[in-house]
């Protein structure tokens, strides 16, 4: 079974940039047929789609969101980041990374998430 | 845009009750709808995805199922473990899109 951890700081200031690490085990970010996720929790709010990476290097983002966010794949250490730019408070939230088939555009297996909080 | 609503916002019930969760869409979404199980402190949790498939490794009290724009989940008998928050989510690939209703929390009746 496929098992994702983030990684990266828990507290970044306003305008700068928010950057996350997720480290795939149990499965290959270079298998064809998977997309690799990034999702949100905003507090006392619901999920939101962040955006995804395709096995191939593709990647699709929110529309509210991508002009800000830029993903990569390192099919060497076997793991996918996602950078969001110029962030405010309103980025504070549990980030989630997450695989399923592109088949089904379903999030099969998450990580357990990570609290980023923007502020100065 | 597609829009989702979800209800109710929240519910009480017991253990042992059967649970019914509605998604609605705005417009026709050809059947990629999917359901998650969110825990504080736990990643998500796929339970439904395509409206009435069962992920692997999920209990059989959970099922799904459509009617035109209305996607039911159903939890035929609540167990402790199943107090939770229920989202829907809508997926598409073309373009590529991903909208998640504002959630169902299940507590303690």
């Known amino acids: 079974q496929v098992q994702l951890q983030e990684s990266g700081p828990g507290l970044v200031k306003p305008s700068q940039t928010l950057s996350l690490t997720c480290t795939v085990s149990?499965?290959?970010?270079?298998?064809?047929?998977?997309?690799w996720y990034w999702i949100r929790h905003l507090p006392g709010k619901g999920l939101e789609w962040i955006g995804y990476i395709s096995y191939s290097g593709n990647t699709h983002y929110s529309p509210s969101l991508g002009s800000r966010l830029s993903m990569s794949l390192d099919t060497s250490k076997n793991q996918f980041s996602l950078n969001m730019f110029a962030v405010t408070v309103a980025d504070t939230a549990v980030y989630y990374c997450?695989?399923?088939?592109?088949?089904?555009?379903?999030?099969?297996?998450w990580g357990q998430g990570t609290l980023v909080t923007v502020s100065s | 845009d597609i829009q989702m609503t979800q209800f109710p916002s929240s519910l009480s019930a017991s253990v042992g009750d059967r649970v019914t969760i509605t998604c609605r869409a705005s417009q026709t979404i050809n059947g990629f709808l999917n359901w998650y199980q969110l825990k504080p402190g736990k990643a998500p949790q796929l339970l439904i995805y395509a409206a009435s498939s069962l992920h692997s490794g999920v209990p059989s009290r959970f099922s799904g199922s459509v009617s035109g724009t209305d996607f039911t989940l159903t939890i035929s008998s609540l167990q402790p473990e199943d107090y939770a928050t229920y989202y829907c989510q809508q997926s598409s690939d073309n373009p590529p899109l991903f909208t998640f209703g504002p959630g169902t929390k299940v507590d303690v009746k």
């Open positions: 149990g499965g290959s970010v270079s298998s064809g047929g998977f997309h």
């Open positions: 997450a695989t399923g088939s592109s088949y089904s555009l379903s999030q099969d297996y």
